[in-house]
């Protein structure tokens, strides 16, 4: 049983494009993630949502929307792609933090490339 | 300074040796330490979390932390050639609450 999935797992586009990912889990965690990893293979958080409640926003640009239409699915939708977009993106989930950070699982990734 | 930075390596060990890869943070409220293993076009999967001072092992796995030096380790014991991979350290709690900061990663090569 896939615990997160994601879909696509390749997307090839155009500069200028609108494109969406989709993401799933069914281990009944509260809280999801979106991750990004560049081309040196740095991990970076991006959005974090608790509940379908939006609770971590980094410095993402607004091109970039997630949504949460239940706690079990997190999706990235993103606008005007760019070259610099390129990257691999991972969504994840966990139970909600506590005192401690509880482990996180992550999806099999969606690796974007812009053109 | 970074927030979580590691030796970006590749670090070459011998079939059978102890592997150890290191790790230093910069935010003294970090609570929780986990250590992934990404293999080449995978994504990360958890090796170990420690939240306490000292040593915690796991079968070939010890991860020992020093929160006072702000210092967390991973020693791979009897390395395996299938323990390539490139190990992620990261850290939350403190200005990372309710998320992982990770290190760049170091490579890991274990040869037969």
């Known amino acids: 049983d896939t615990a997160v999935s994601q879909t696509p797992k390749y997307l090839v586009t155009q500069m200028g494009n609108d494109k969406s990912i989709k993401c799933e889990q069914n281990?009944?965690?509260?809280?999801m993630y979106w991750y990004k990893q560049d081309s040196k293979k740095f991990l970076k958080i991006m959005f974090s949502?608790?509940?379908?409640?939006?609770?971590i926003n980094e410095t993402v640009p607004n091109r970039f929307s997630p949504k949460s239409p239940d706690k079990a699915h997190l999706n990235l939708h993103i606008n005007s792609l760019e070259l610099g977009d390129s990257a691999v993106y991972f969504c994840?989930?966990?139970?909600?933090?506590?005192?401690?950070?509880?482990?996180?699982?992550f999806g099999p990734g969606t690796r974007l490339l812009v053109l | 300074q970074k927030e979580v930075e590691q030796n970006s390596g590749p670090l070459s060990v011998p079939e059978g040796a102890i592997a150890s890869l290191n790790c230093t943070y910069s935010?003294?409220?970090?609570?929780?330490f986990f250590w992934y293993r990404q293999y080449s076009g995978k994504s990360p999967e958890l090796i170990m979390f420690?939240?306490?001072?000292g040593d915690k092992e796991d079968g070939r796995f010890t991860a020992q932390l020093n929160k006072a030096s702000q210092y967390v380790s991973l020693l791979i014991r009897d390395s395996q050639p299938s323990d390539s991979a490139t190990y992620l350290c990261?850290?939350?709690?403190?200005?990372?609450?309710?998320?992982?900061?990770f290190g760049q990663g170091t490579i890991l090569t274990v040869h037969p």
């Open positions: 990261a850290v939350s709690g403190g200005t990372s609450y309710g998320k992982l900061t």
């Open positions: 949502y608790n509940n379908k409640e939006l609770i």
């Open positions: 994840a989930s966990s139970p909600p933090t506590t005192v401690y950070q509880e482990t996180q699982y």
């Open positions: 935010d003294r409220g970090s609570q929780s």
């Open positions: 281990l009944g965690h509260d809280t």
């Open positions: 420690i939240y306490s001072n």
